[in-house]
């Protein structure tokens, strides 16, 4: 998984980049701010970020605080990075829009371990986004079978959205999970069949 620094101390964002790259992340590290906000507003944003409270150009709080304030529909899971320990400082953090904190100097193991939490929060975050996508798509389909749907007087064939007229088993089955089963009714059967079978047997 892709995973943003925002570091601008070279000796600090050299550990914690050495620290990610080994448990298999893909680290894109940048040295103020302004960069790490822009890295994630990007269209290939990472989902995980460690963003360092004292920054040049923006601080990481403000960087969190204008990034939750435009993106509350996208999910990012952002860890503070700070030598300040106090627990006001902690809860100004986490109020700006911090999901977790981790002081400095870090420990690798805590580091993991935290990162480890982001990480099944943000897998149970997609499950759960795929799963309101195939609520929407399904209730997309609903809506257009509940519309106005041109059929023949005739032949009761369906006009297709690509102006094709079509069975219409074949047209349901192609926008929905139903599945038909095919049978003759005894109206069609007196009518139908057993005409045919009568005239089977005179033969």
């Known amino acids: 998984m ?3 620094i925002a570091e601008d101390d070279r000796i600090s964002r ?6 990610l790259r080994k448990k298999g ?5 940048v040295t103020n701010g302004q960069e790490a906000l822009e890295a994630l507003q990007a269209p290939d944003a990472p989902q995980l970020a460690i963003l360092d409270w004292m ?6 709080v403000d960087v969190i605080r204008q990034f939750r304030a435009v993106n509350t529909f996208s999910f990012t899971y952002i860890i503070l990075l700070t ?15 911090a999901d977790d904190y981790l002081t400095k100097p870090f420990d690798p193991k805590e580091l993991h371990a935290r990162l480890n939490v982001g990480l099944r929060l943000i897998d149970a975050q997609n499950k759960l986004k795929d799963h309101v996508d195939r609520l929407q798509r ?14 023949c007087s005739y032949c009761k064939k369906i006009r297709n959205d690509k102006n094709y007229w079509t069975q219409v088993e074949n047209y349901i089955s192609a926008h929905s999970e139903a599945q038909f089963s095919h049978s003759i009714c005894p109206q069609c059967y007196e009518t139908h069949v057993l005409p045919e079978l009568e005239k089977l047997e005179k033969e």
């Open 138 to 151: 399904a209730l997309d389909e609903v809506n257009r079978l509940e519309g106005m749907l041109p059929i």
């Open 55 to 60: 920054m040049p150009e923006i601080d990481g």
């Open 25 to 29: 992340f893909d680290v894109n590290a």
């Open 14 to 19: 050299k550990l914690l980049g050495a620290a």
């Open 83 to 97: 030598a300040k320990g106090h627990k006001d400082d902690i809860a100004t953090g986490l109020e700006a829009g």
């Open 2 to 4: 892709n995973i943003l």
